[in-house]
């Protein structure tokens, strides 16, 4: 079946940077989500993008589908940008990646 | 009104219980999923419904048998339980298998 992978899988960062999360996946897919779950455990979808770019406010996000890999990029972090950031992609079954964890410092 | 929720949302029991976990979506959706999380965050599928149909249902004990009474319910009942069921388990929904809104979650702790 599909593997995804993510990177980094830690990421400590001050308030106010910017950083990129990377998702790659080992085969073509038709349905790529990011998601955020938050520090009290609920999980919000970002971003549905099985390729192009989108932007929502601060975040944005890329899919380069022929290349099997999405990034995810977020500016000016707040304190409440912290938590676990998933990639899940497949088709009709979509396989979660072990996410990477994001703690950004005041 | 919360799209998707989930009762209860705790839930501390005794191995060897059976117990129940219920899901509802107000979205309109045709598919709903049920999904857990465990101590390390990973998220793994379980069961997927389509239109009331099972369409995955993945490498499961089945001791869990989901139900769907029809597109907006989707639950999960848990017989025997395990200390290894112990987990946080999350429905979601959405429609034709795109965007997926997921519940809050209820964390399941057997004893």
């Known amino acids: 079946g599909i593997q995804v992978e993510q990177s980094p899988p830690d990421l400590i960062l001050q308030e106010g940077a910017n950083s990129t999360l990377r998702c790659n996946f080992s085969?073509?897919?038709?349905?790529l989500q990011w998601f955020h779950q938050n520090p009290w455990g609920q999980l919000i979808n970002l971003f549905y993008?099985?390729?192009g770019t989108k932007q929502n406010g601060r975040l944005s996000a890329t899919t380069v589908a022929t290349e099997r890999y999405s990034l995810l990029y977020i500016s000016s972090s707040q304190t409440t940008d912290s938590g676990v950031y998933f990639c899940?992609?497949?088709?009709?079954?979509?396989?979660f990646g072990k996410g990477t964890r994001l703690h950004i410092l005041p | 009104d919360t799209a998707v929720s989930q009762t209860p949302k705790y839930l501390v029991t005794q191995m060897g219980n059976d117990k129940s976990i219920k899901c509802e979506q107000n979205?309109?959706?045709?598919?709903m999923y049920w999904y857990k999380q465990d101590s390390k965050k990973f998220l793994k599928i379980m069961f997927s419904?389509?239109?009331?149909?099972?369409?995955i249902n993945e490498t499961v004990p089945n001791r869990f048998s989901p139900k769907s009474p029809d597109k907006a319910h989707l639950n999960l009942h848990i017989n025997s339980l395990e200390l290894g069921d112990s987990a946080v388990y999350f429905c979601?929904?959405?429609?034709?298998?795109?965007?997926?809104?997921f519940g809050a979650g209820t964390r399941l702790s057997v004893l």
């Open positions: 085969d073509s897919v038709n349905n």
């Open positions: 993008i099985p390729s």
């Open positions: 979205l309109g959706h045709d598919t």
């Open positions: 419904y389509n239109n009331k149909e099972l369409i």
């Open positions: 899940a992609a497949g088709d009709d079954k979509i396989i």
């Open positions: 979601a929904s959405s429609y034709g298998g795109n965007i997926q809104y």
